[in-house]
């Protein structure tokens, strides 16, 4: 496909798995904390496993939450990645890079944390989950959750219903881990490299 891909490499967990997927699906990868070099590219992912506060306060540090909200890009925010994009997260009373007006919240009551395996997502014919039919299911990993606001796509439950999917402008971002969650995961992928 012939595009520049870059995965914004921080201090975060599972950044790799979200390369050796892309590169099952024929897309070669940059991993990089290089302003310049996330810039420059057509695609850019921002995925992570992590705790917010640390993650901000480096993210801060590093100016690196100057270059992801000022992209302009299609680029893909991918569980800690999303919760970060939104304007403020109860983990650790961290505010984020409001590029989404949503909060993110603990899942809270009787639920066990975190929620994890596969659930259900609602499918709406949007760019990122175009081909896909119900029943969809994807892998999640989460104590925080997004709430639902004006950016929700797409919807899962769990006791309470979030946002499983979020887009404004040239940003996305998905609760889920589509590196994890197989054939659905890919084409998933597959279809924002296609954006």
């Known amino acids: 496909m012939g595009q520049i891909v870059a995965i914004i490499k921080y201090n975060a967990g599972n950044i790799g798995s979200v390369a ?9 990868a940059n991993i990089t904390d290089s302003p310049e070099e996330i810039r420059k590219a057509d695609k850019v992912i921002f995925p992570g496993v992590g705790e917010a ?55 809270r009551g009787d639920l066990k944390v975190p929620h994890m395996g596969w659930n259900e997502i609602q499918i709406s014919q949007d760019n990122l989950l175009k081909g896909l039919r119900e029943p969809a299911y994807f892998y999640f990993v989460h104590s925080y959750y997004c709430e639902l606001g004006a950016d929700t796509q797409s919807v899962c439950e769990y006791e309470i219903p979030f946002s499983a999917y ?11 881990h589509p590196e994890k969650s197989g054939p659905l995961g890919a084409v998933l992928l597959k279809n924002f490299i296609e954006l």
């Open 20 to 28: 050796n997927v892309l590169q099952r699906i024929g897309i070669d």
């Open 166 to 176: 979020l887009q404004k402008d040239n940003f996305y971002a998905v609760q889920f």
């Open 53 to 107: 506060g640390t993650t901000m306060k480096y993210l801060r540090e590093t100016s690196l939450d100057k270059v992801i909200s000022t992209l302009e890009q299609p680029t893909l925010g991918i569980c800690l990645g999303m919760q970060l994009m939104c304007s403020h997260s109860e983990e650790g009373d961290t505010p984020g890079l409001g590029i989404f007006k949503e909060k993110v919240k603990l899942f």
